[in-house]
């Protein structure tokens, strides 16, 4: 089983620029889809951005596509969300997800292991 532990996420200005990272272990990333997911207080977690389990194909939410991209390093078993242009509707908690061989689109959240989460706040 993959366990997950996310970083970097911290108080950024609007307009800013913030990479967050997600370390696995227990397993290689390599045949895992990676995703990245973001929640706010009283809403549900959303998809953010996926990567399927070969890096062939990414996807993202509307709200940050052009923003927003995802990556990952199978050398480093780790992956990563480069952010630009932050605005303060990017205030949220972000949670890294990874599910084997999946596709990168999201899928039930039962299917993920997930990360803990790291707190992002855009103040304006």
């Known amino acids: 089983q993959v366990e997950l532990v996310e970083s970097g996420g911290r108080l950024m200005q609007a307009g800013d620029s913030l990479r967050l990272s997600c370390v696995a272990s227990?397993?290689?990333?390599?045949?895992?889809?990676i995703s990245w997911f973001r929640q706010t207080p009283g809403k549900d977690r959303e998809f953010v951005a996926g990567?399927?389990?070969?890096?062939?194909?990414?996807f993202y939410a509307d709200a940050v596509k052009g923003r927003f991209t995802i990556s990952k390093d199978n050398a480093l078993n780790t992956f990563y969300l480069e952010m630009h242009s932050l605005n303060p509707d990017d205030t949220a908690v972000y949670y890294c997800a990874a599910d084997r061989y999946g596709t990168g689109r999201p899928v039930l959240e039962s299917a993920y292991t997930w990360g803990q989460g790291t707190q992002v706040t855009v103040s304006s």
């Open positions: 227990g397993r290689t990333v390599s045949s895992y889809a």
């Open positions: 990567m399927n389990w070969s890096g062939s194909s990414t």
